[in-house]
């Protein structure tokens, strides 16, 4: 879930890794538990005996985090049964035999060369697994995992969840650009909190009107024509509709009424009367969407960051009318120059971004 920015989500994030006990850390705008600084040296391929990349290796060890990309083997780590924690994102790694058995929690392999995940199968208190661009396919050794709460699989080959049937516990599952069709499959996991479903040709949101626990929800470019299905899902609070260009009706965001942030740009998106009641929206994406007035906008107390980006707008007048705007983004907006400098004078702490 993450080239990109995601602001508005941290608190709740925050909320999911403290339920885990697990410290992690952000590399972007929104939070990323793969930005982790490497624990290596120069001498990591070579090390010797009773170290792995530039780390010794004691009976007590429970952590251990490589991101040499010259790093191959696992041997090393064979029988390191104190070890919880291993992240090896953008090491070389293909073979995890040598883990096999191992009681770890946290397993990281974004950016290695794995493909076979038959030897963690066996590794049931495994709560954490992040597999981003890799070339697995296969999840069905994963089956048996039923304390897995945080699932990444972006960029990956996978296209068949159906190996996860007994994984009910999950609460944050990363699926983006995918090659998963359709959303069927997601019903399962009722208990997910955090979906990333963007830029995967998915088309029909059925399968997610059932997850009543769902808080944020990312389907930024993705060809989908009705938001009906999210009518229900009454507790998101994060919603990134960016770029959605087939949606025509969205009239269901009127009922979304939890939402803090909600992200709009590059869609046919063009009444902001539909918004009125998202009082607790504070951030809001606008930007390149064919709305003509802000008039909508005036019983959103709470924004704070506003986005509007490629309009083209003679009235900003409701801008006055709201007491916690601090970030407003135009970009190449066609704004009254005026009435800009108007509420500059009198918000002294708003700020104005490209």
Partial sequence: MCERRRTGWGALVLLAIVSLGLTLSCKRERSNPDATSPISDSSAPNDAAGRFCGVRLTARLEKIVC????????????????????????????????????PLRVLQLK?????????????????????????????????ALRELKFLYLSRTKVRDLSPLTATESLIWLDLSHAPIRGTESLRRFAKLRILDLSGRAIADLTGLSGLRELR????DHTPIESLAPLAKLTTLRSLDLTGTTKVR?????????????????????????????????????????????LRGLSSLKALRTLSLKGLELSDISVLFSLPKLRRLVVGDAKLPAGPIQQLLHKRPNLRLYQ
């Fill in 249 to 293: 009706d969205f009239s269901t965001l009127r009922g979304l009424t939890s939402l803090t942030d909600l992200k709009l740009g590059q869609t046919a998106f063009s009444d902001t009367t539909l918004l009125t009641a998202l009082v607790r929206l504070e951030q809001l994406d606008l930007g390149r969407t064919k709305i003509a007035d």
């Fill in 111 to 143: 950016s290695t060369n794995v493909i076979d995940l038959k030897p963690i199968a066996e590794m049931l208190k495994l709560r954490y697994l992040n597999l981003d661009r890799t070339e697995v396919a296969d999840l069905r050794p994963l089956a």
């Fill in 67 to 102: 991101a040499d990309p010259r790093v191959k083997s696992l041997e090393p780590l064979s029988g390191m049964i104190s070890l919880r924690t291993l992240k090896l994102n953008g090491t070389a790694i293909r073979d995890l035999t040598p883990i096999e058995g191992l």
């Fill in 216 to 219: 944020m929800l990312d389907i």
